[in-house]
């Protein structure tokens, strides 16, 4: 529902406003996306999985401790959210500096948590639906003020809401468990605990906007092509995020030959998901790039065909990265394959910028996908014959 009436937001942005204008928010919207990534500081990889894999007794003290832990980054990961896209946006740069903002407090979201607890219920209920209505509330604002401000302004608000509400429902009163008082030393060793978790979010969070600030930098005209691809393939995540949400409150729990035989079907099945994505992703994001802009976005077939060929990468890495390195015990390759496929990535986009054709930049995301799955993928099935028991989070 969120990713839907986020994507519903850009043909609204566009047709009140103009492409240049959308892009310069959604360009705000994706520095804040991976500012959020690091205020979730990996407890939306890891975390699900380690909350399924514990008692009943020990959830609430571990959302306790990521609570009290990532506080200690918001700060100066507010200020870096706010300022990026000030001083790199074309236009419009207030409201992209807001719109950082709302998405970087996403990152503070206990969703991962209410995944890990099979609360689907209360993830729609206490999550999504503040998000979904101050966006809606914001469309409105902007409609009614010319000003997209109040756009980026409604969606911070929503996003402090759901923070807020999950926080209150898992932890009564904001009191942390008895036992459970934490120091500041004490805090930055629950934050090293999830260094791999964090390490393949930050990585893989940051490829993408890395590549928007190289073009905006060097092919300005083709800004708005990749910023819509941008908020696309962040849609086609969020639909097939359920799938994965399932696995990791399922698959870690299971001990010996159960874990191995869980683990073998859900990659299974994450490799007919990662079919369909391909497959989907190339026949239909031309289309959906001419609905959503009315036509002043045309994506090119090499484009379209690479990004499917990416977006079936990331179902891997989703499926790898969150539920089965996790359940193994392998949590290192979590964070190393990410930081060398992107490194890869990062370079090559570079050089294929370098020769003025968009198209050609589209090989990079291949590039860094195949190294990733590749490396994650060697490395589950180095660990798969050994997997037995529960491995402790």
Known sequence: MSGGVSLLTIPAIVLLTSPDLWASVALGQAVGSSAGVLALFGWGVTG????????????????????????????????????????????????????SLAMAFGGLSGSWYLVGVGRADLLLVLDTVPRVAATVVGIGGL??????????????????AAFLL?????????????????????????????????????????????????????QPAALPLYALIDKVLRFAVMAIQPVFQFFQ????????????????????????????????????????????????????????????AYMA???????????????????????????????????ATALLAATGDASAVSWAFVLAVVVIVGLQLTALLRALPAAAGRVDP
């Open 249 to 308: 409150a399922t698959v870690p729990a299971e001990r010996g030959e159960g874990l191995r035989t869980a683990i073998r079907r859900s990659l299974l099945v994450s490799t007919g998901v990662a079919a369909v994505c391909f497959a989907a992703t190339a026949s239909l994001l031309p289309v959906a790039a001419f609905v959503l802009t009315a036509g002043h976005i045309a994506v090119p077939w090499l484009v379209a065909v690479n990004l499917g």
């Open 166 to 218: 999950v926080t209150g429902w898992a932890v009564p009163r904001f009191r942390p468990p008895a036992g459970r008082a934490r120091g500041i030393r004490s805090l930055f060793g629950v934050l090293a605990r999830e260094r791999h978790g964090v390490l393949v979010a930050v990585v893989v969070a940051a490829f993408y906007p890395s590549v928007l600030a190289v073009i905006a930098a060097v």
């Open 313 to 347: 990468g990331v179902v891997l890495v989703m499926f790898l990265s969150s539920v089965a390195l996790v359940a193994v015990g392998r949590e290192r390759a979590i964070g190393w394959a990410p930081l060398t496929g992107v490194a890869i990535g990062v370079a």
């Open 143 to 160: 409609w009614l003020t010319d000003s997209l401000v109040v756009f980026a302004v409604s969606q911070l608000v929503g996003s402090l």
């Open 48 to 99: 699900p999985a380690k909350v399924a894999m514990a008692s009943a007794g020990e959830r609430a003290a571990r959302y306790w401790d990521s609570v009290s832990a990532r506080l200690i980054l918001f700060a100066p990961i507010a200020v870096v959210a706010v300022l990026v896209p000030w001083l790199i946006v074309p236009e419009e740069p207030v409201a992209a500096s807001v719109a």
